[in-house]
């Protein structure tokens, strides 16, 4: 399967090959309902979304290692060794994911201020532990939910300009973030970390103290039954803007953003179905679940790659 979607890509060069499949090895064992979504693109636009999980994901160990014999200096110094080793001007990076990214950066003209803008934030994490409101919180994500989402619009392409569809993909990538903060409270508690804004949390009476007390307990006191109630009423509203985008979207790449969202926003249903016990357990879909929502998404993603090689007769810009 590898060596096809290689092939449609029109990565011959050996070592950029071996690059390219270290990047889908990482991305299969490590996001699985991402790894998931990607199958439904067409072969030759997943090498390239591989890559650039696999960037992320250097950075994210990086930060989440829990070994506390690496302290925060070295943490930073290890970002900031990615970030030199990215950033600089050489074409045959030893590392083969660096490697990769950087050949799917230059290929489809994706800004490196986009993975500047992620790195920011990446470098928040070693010194910020509380977000004292939206905005905040905002900023955090805007490098570390929304590059992401804007990274990968030029793979999966627009029917129009890309700045049409940019708000909807930054948007995506924050409702996706925001499900993880829901999901992995307790989790990131453990991580000295709240990404819920204070002052929010505040207005129904809930503070770290309480939250500690519910990951003690485990169980969710009903304060933080109600703010996290309303914490998933921004995620769920946050996903209906970004749905509003995947018809800006090329149209071989639709299912498998529609998958996507689809997949990623049932965690929401079932967090939500839990009575919001997030402090006794990690909220996942089933295989079932997965299984169905995967399956009408690669009907659907035949269909599209099946009129694109008849020909549609329109226009895609920055389309792969």
Request: some cysteine; charged content about 25%.
């Amino acid at each position: 399967m590898i060596h096809s979607e290689l092939d449609a890509a029109g990565i011959d060069d050996p070592r950029l090959r071996a690059a390219y499949r270290r990047c889908r090895e990482i991305n299969a064992t490590h996001g699985r309902t991402f790894f998931l979504a990607t199958r439904l693109l067409a072969p030759d636009q997943r090498p390239a979304v591989h890559a650039l999980y696999g960037f992320a994901r250097y950075a994210d160990d990086i930060l989440d290692d829990l070994d506390p014999a690496i302290g925060a200096e070295v943490r930073a110094e290890q970002l900031q060794r990615l970030a030199d080793q990215f950033f600089a001007e050489n074409e045959r990076h030893d590392d083969p994911v660096l490697a990769a990214v950087s050949h799917t950066v230059r290929r489809y003209g994706i800004s490196k201020d986009l993975f500047d803008d992620f790195l920011a934030s990446m470098r928040m994490d070693l010194t910020v532990t509380d977000y004292p409101d939206r905005d905040a919180l905002n900023h955090y994500m805007h490098g570390s939910a929304e590059a992401i989402g804007l990274q990968l619009l030029p793979i999966l392409g627009a029917i129009g300009p890309t700045d049409e569809a940019a708000p909807y993909a930054a948007a995506l990538g924050r409702a996706f973030q925001l499900t993880n903060f829901l999901r992995d409270v307790d989790e990131d508690l453990m991580r000295n970390r709240i990404y819920l804004p204070a002052d929010e949390l505040r207005s129904y009476g809930v503070d770290r103290e309480l939250l500690m007390w519910c990951h003690n307990a485990n169980r969710t006191d009903p304060k933080v039954r109600s703010a996290l109630t309303a914490q998933h009423a921004i995620a769920r509203q946050t996903y209906r803007f970004a749905a509003r985008g995947i018809a800006l979207l090329a149209p071989r790449s639709r299912p498998c953003v529609a998958t996507a969202l689809t997949l990623y926003s049932a965690i929401l249903d079932r967090i939500e179905d839990s009575g919001f016990a997030v402090f006794n357990g990690r909220a996942t879909v089933g295989n079932a679940r997965r299984a169905q929502v995967a399956a009408v998404g690669l009907l659907r993603a035949w269909r599209a790659r099946a009129g694109t090689a008849v020909g549609s007769g329109r226009a895609e810009f920055g389309a792969a």
